[in-house]
């Protein structure tokens, strides 16, 4: 069958191959994974309770789950309109938004790559939600690199609060503030996240880094596209591959092979 993606309605450009119940299925399959049986039933119940209006184990809601074990500030919306982003910049860029960090983990994880010769870099990292997972990777580096201020700030936070529960296996954790598309690549293979996070045009100028920073390295080079709006960038670029559509296309893992 042939969906349009309609998880949020936020992303009704985004067509992609899509079964409901596959997907129902595959969320509960990650979160029986990454969070356990019991977390997972009581999320479950939060949700039935929350849609039968029922003001009884709202604690529990998945997200909340999240905060009151990481103690992590990642969670919430910020629309377009209120993060504080150039206004030259702002008809590229897209609202913040954490992704999930259990689809996430499944999507590296099933890279079986060796993590620790790897940098791994989020594009957009918001207020760090996806740092923080891909730092209890050991990853020789972990940076985002995120246009606004505030959530800069609030991601150096989450930076401290990890480093303060010894939760960081990753050489380096750092939060950059400034526009992806200017951020230089140190010339090592690389692992590269982007959550929706600009159009089209910042997007390739983050391409054309890619290519120039890491024309050297002859290791493959991963980038994972969740929520891939301008996947077609990557499908039509010389360098990369498509290796595979995650979470019926929620998400799609492009490779550069390595050079010989
Ligand atoms: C959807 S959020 C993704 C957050 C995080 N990567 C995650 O997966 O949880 C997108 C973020 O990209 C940021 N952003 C938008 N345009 C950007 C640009 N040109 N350079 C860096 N960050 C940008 C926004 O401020 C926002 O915080």
């Known amino acids: 069958m042939r969906f349009v993606f309609t998880k949020t309605a936020r992303y009704p450009g985004l067509e992609v191959e899509h079964n409901q119940f596959r997907r129902s299925l595959r969320t509960l399959f990650v979160n029986l994974k990454y969070r356990g049986l019991n977390r997972t039933i009581l999320g479950l119940l939060a949700i039935a309770c929350a849609k039968a209006r029922l003001p009884i184990l709202q604690d529990y809601r998945f997200y909340k789950q999240n905060l009151r074990e990481s ?18 910049m702002r008809s590229s860029a897209s609202r913040y938004e954490a992704a999930s960090d259990y689809e996430f983990r499944d999507v590296l994880e099933k890279l079986h790559i060796d993590c620790s010769a790897y940098n791994f870099v989020d594009y957009g990292s918001g207020k760090g939600a996806i740092l923080a997972a891909a730092a209890r990777y050991p990853f020789q580096s ?28 990753a050489g380096s954790l750092i939060s950059i503030h400034g526009d992806a598309a200017s951020y230089t690549l140190p010339p090592v293979p690389h692992v590269i996240y982007v959550f929706n996070a600009f159009g089209p045009e910042v997007l390739q100028g983050v391409l054309d880094r890619i290519s120039a920073d890491l024309v050297d390295v002859r290791e493959p080079i991963y980038f994972l596209y969740n929520n891939p709006m301008h996947h077609k ?25 390595g050079k010989r």
């Open 71 to 88: 103690g992590l500030d990642t969670e919430g919306i910020v629309e377009l309109d209120d993060l504080d982003i150039p206004e030259e």
């Open 233 to 257: 960038l990557l499908e039509e670029s010389a360098e990369f591959d498509k290796l595979s559509n995650a979470f019926g296309g929620k998400w799609m893992v492009f490779a550069r092979p």
């Open 142 to 169: 972990v940076t985002g690199v995120e246009l606004s201020g505030e959530m800069h700030q609030t991601a150096l936070r989450n930076i401290e609060e990890m480093k303060q529960q010894d939760k960081v296996r």
